[in-house]
């Protein structure tokens, strides 16, 4: 439901996803309503001291007249400027305009450049988890990695517009008596309990360690011994939970997806998403592709007398992890076909 307006001629774009975890950047040529990748490079982003250096790096490797640019940011977006939530940089987009000799470059929260980027997805790109009956309407989308980001697509004027939300630093809500025990844990650990303590990478390995120090399943000698010494100690939970060899990552793999599932039916009926919710992210691709779909379904759907609006919403597993850096590129060239910057998600 997303086209691009025509370009004016081929145009070059700078996109950028930017996160906790990595910094993603690439040069896209516009032309005749197409984009097409030009040149990429991702950046480990604790190496760097700022987003301009990153660009600056990539400009070094990949000179180019650029026209239009755009980053996705993973924080809230004010008035052109963000500070990154998981990473400590400043970000302005007037100045990196002004200090890298750029074209007045878009910064948007990084969720709303994912929504663009899902709109323009191939269905190759898409899983359907829950076929529902779509109608015409909004549409969300809630994406769990470093952190949890959510995002409304709003349908206004006969095409989709991704709009900023920060609702994964929403309070988190225990949907049992087990959740209300990981409330108070994650509370006492951290001072206040969000979603996105419970729904990210880190958040994995908070439920691992509330179901260890609480004694509700133990950690084997052997599986402490492996976890001291990683390098990404969530991901090593979710393998271990995904095959099955530790009682403790099945357990805590168990209680994220059925969270996760309840957060994104939370996100679904927040913007009324009559037209589908998308789920991206890492951490999605890797649990939901595979064993746990059902787990996420039951509890997306279980929202009492609401239950049945829930299930006539289609689920769309977004399995293309580039999908925030295409977005970001599609909001540039939103914004160079019509001349203008575009302000919604800001």
Known sequence: SFALSQFRTVSMILAGDIGGTHARLALFTASAGALAIHAQQSYASHLFASLQDVIQAFLRDHPAAVEAACFGVAGPVIRNRATATNLAWEIDGAILSQALQLPPVLLLNDLAAYAYGALALPPQDCVMLQAGAAAEGNRALIAAGTGLGISGILWRGGRHWPMAAEGGHADFAPIDDLGVDLYRYVRAKFG????????????????????????????????????????????????????????????????????????????????????????????????????????????????????????????????????????????????LATDRQLTIGN
Do not use: W
Request: charged residues 15%; hydrophobic residues 45%.
């Open 192 to 335: 206040r309990a969000s979603f996105e303590r419970v729904l990210s990478g880190p958040g994995l390995q908070n439920i691992f360690e509330f179901l260890r120090d609480t004694g509700r399943a133990p950690q084997p000698p052997e599986l402490a011994a492996e976890l001291a010494h990683s390098a990404d100690i969530p991901a090593a939970i979710s393998a271990h939970g995904l095959a099955g060899d530790y009682a403790i990552c099945e357990q805590a793999v168990e209680i994220f997806c059925r969270y996760y599932g309840a957060c994104a039916g939370n996100t679904a009926l927040n913007f009324m998403a009559t037209g589908g919710l998308y789920v991206g992210g890492g951490i999605a691709i890797r649990m939901l592709a595979r064993t746990e779909t059902q787990k996420f379904l039951e509890a997306f759907n279980s929202k009492g007398r609401l239950t049945a609006v829930l299930q006539a919403i289609p689920v769309i597993l977004i399995n293309n992890e580039y999908t925030g850096l295409i977005g970001a590129a599609h909001a540039a060239a939103d914004s």
